[in-house]
C-alpha cells in the first residue's frame, strides 16, 4: 500500500460546479496536510494547509482533515476555468521538506 | 513571490552522455535545495536534499555516482544525471527552502524538467 494515494483522474467539471479532491494516507504521524496546485509547464505552488485536524477555508477553497479515517479533502466552490490544473496533495509529520510525501495528483479541467 | 528558475525545461540526450539541470533562487537565498524524480502518473519521489556548501544526503535507492548533485551557493544547485540510460528518463524537479521563510510557505518548486534519454 502507498502512502498517499490520490485519484489521478482525469476529472473534468462544469464552470460554477463544487469540486471535491481527495486523498488517503496509511501513515498515522502524519501532522501537517498541504495541497499544491500546479499549472501546466509550472512548478508546484502551496494552496494551503492545514495541521492536524480539522476544516480551513480561503476564499473559494475549503480543506478538511478526518485524521480518524486518514483521509482528506479540497473543494472548490464555484470552480472557474482558471481552476483547471493538477492538484496534488502532500503531508508530513513535520515542516521539514524532505519529509514531505506527495500524491500522484488530480489533473482538474473545469469546462466553460 | 519567490521565484525558482529551473533549465533546461526539456531536454533529449542519448544513451551514454550527461545532463546537467539547474535550479536558481532568483530572490532568496536557498539554504536547502531538494530534487525530486516523478514518473507518469506517480508522485513527485525525493532523491536528493542539499545544503548550501555540503555534500548531499541521497534517498534509500538513489546512486549517488550517477545523480551528482551541487549546491555550491546559496542561490544554485545542479544536479547531473551521468551516464543516462532510457530508464532515466523522467520528470525531474527542485524545490528550494528560503532561509528566511517560515514552515510550509518557505518552499518553491522550479518548473521542471522533461529528460528523455534515446
Same mark, same amino acid.
Given at each position: ?84 490544473? =493538477? ?18 495528483? =488530480? ?6 | ?118
Amino acid at each position: 500500500q502507498k502512502e498517499v494515494e490520490q485519484d489521478p483522474g482525469p476529472l473534468s467539471v462544469p464552470e460554477g460546479a463544487i469540486v471535491s479532491l481527495n486523498c488517503t494516507y496509511s501513515n498515522s504521524a502524519f501532522q501537517y496536510f498541504m495541497w499544491y496546485r500546479q499549472y501546466s509547464r509550472k512548478g508546484p505552488e502551496l494552496l494551503m494547509y492545514t495541521y492536524s485536524s480539522g476544516n480551513k477555508e480561503d476564499g473559494r477553497f475549503t480543506a478538511q482533515v478526518d485524521k480518524s479515517s486518514k483521509y482528506i479533502s479540497l473543494f472548490i466552490r464555484d470552480s472557474q476555468p482558471s481552476d483547471s490544473a =493538477t492538484y496534488l496533495c502532500a503531508m508530513s509529520r513535520d515542516n521539514y521538506g524532505q519529509n514531505f510525501v506527495f500524491g500522484p495528483g =488530480t489533473r482538474l479541467s473545469v469546462l466553460p | 513571490g519567490a521565484v525558482v528558475s529551473q533549465h533546461p525545461s526539456w531536454v533529449i540526450c542519448k544513451s551514454g552522455t550527461s545532463v546537467k539541470i539547474e535550479c536558481r533562487s532568483l530572490d532568496f537565498q536557498a539554504t536547502t535545495m531538494f530534487w525530486y524524480r516523478q514518473f507518469p502518473k506517480q508522485s513527485l519521489m525525493l532523491m536528493a536534499t542539499s545544503n548550501e556548501g555540503s555534500k548531499a544526503t541521497y534517498e534509500q535507492g538513489v546512486e549517488k555516482d550517477k545523480f551528482l548533485i551541487n549546491h555550491a551557493s546559496l542561490t544554485l544547485s545542479t544536479l547531473t544525471v551521468t551516464s543516462a540510460h532510457p530508464e532515466d528518463s523522467s520528470f525531474y524537479i527542485c524545490s528550494a527552502r528560503d532561509g528566511s521563510g517560515t514552515g510550509l510557505n518557505g518552499y518553491t518548486f522550479g518548473s521542471g524538467t522533461r529528460l528523455t534519454v534515446v
